[in-house]
T-cell receptor, first 106, second 119 residues
Framework: DAKTTQPPSMDCAEGRAANLPCNHS???????VYWYRQIHSQGPQYIIH???NNETNEMASLIITEDRKSSTLILPHATLRDTAVYYC???????FGTGTKLQVIP | EAQVTQNPRYLITVTGKKLTVTCSQN?????MSWYRQDPGLGLRQIYY???????DKGDVPEGYKVSRKEKRNFPLILESPSPNQTSLYFC??????????????????FGNGTRLTVT
């Protein structure tokens, strides 16, 4: 089963792009990568997902490497409200690791 | 408004006193799931249900029961709560089981959580 690896924490200056990496080297060909975030102790919120092509929506962009072994979530202009824990998951497992705690600094 | 509703938000109880945490979704989703979240351990799946009358164990099912008699409801039952079940609980739903490759457009929708304390 595919598993994901993320750095435990990152800082980003307000207004700058936040680039959150995720390693999923054992992902199989038909497994999608999903990103969620959790603000304080609220329920996780869906952000974006993708299979092999780069994706963009109103919240973020998702860049997936050609070999699909890693991906990067990009928040183009981070605000203080983006401070949260970000989870990268491969949904076949439907499990969440400990994610990356992103701190946006004024 | 499409949502997953959990009740109660906060619950303090004593060891051994049976309790139920309710979860309801209004999106006609087939898949529902329960998670617990503890510091440093992320979200761990307790039980899930792929449809009415179909339930299965997740990673940490011991001490919990669930039922899926109706599509919209998926209650979590603690028959004899113990202090190690003190945790933050989340219910989630999606249109279909997220593990299927055909379910690519089925993100999980989460409730707002239930903070349970067992003394």
């Amino acid at each position: 089963d595919a598993k994901t690896t993320q750095p435990p924490s990152m800082d980003c200056a307000e207004g700058r792009a936040a680039n959150l990496p995720c390693n999923h080297s054992t992902i199989s060909g038909n497994e999608y990568v999903y990103w969620y975030r959790q603000i304080h102790s609220q329920g996780p919120q869906y952000i974006i997902h993708g299979l092999k092509n780069n994706e963009t929506n109103e919240m973020a962009s998702l860049i997936i490497t050609e070999d699909r072994k890693s991906s990067t979530l990009i928040l183009p202009h981070a605000t203080l409200r983006d401070t949260a824990v970000y989870y990268c998951i491969v949904l076949r497992e439907v499990t969440f690791g400990t994610g990356t705690k992103l701190q946006v600094i004024p | 408004e499409a949502q997953v509703t959990q009740n109660p938000r906060y619950l303090i109880t004593v060891t051994g006193k049976k309790l139920t945490v309710t979860c309801s979704q209004n999106m006609n989703h087939e898949y529902m799931s329960w998670y617990r979240q503890d510091p440093g351990l992320g979200l761990r799946q307790i039980y899930y249900s792929m449809n009415v009358e179909v339930t299965d164990k997740g990673d940490v099912p011991e001490g919990y029961k669930v039922s899926r008699k109706e599509k919209r409801n998926f209650p979590l039952i603690l028959e004899s709560p113990s202090p190690n079940q003190t945790s933050l609980y989340f219910c989630a739903s999606s249109l279909r089981y997220p593990g299927l490759s055909s379910s690519y457009n089925s993100p999980l929708h989460f409730g707002n959580g239930t903070r349970l304390t067992v003394t």
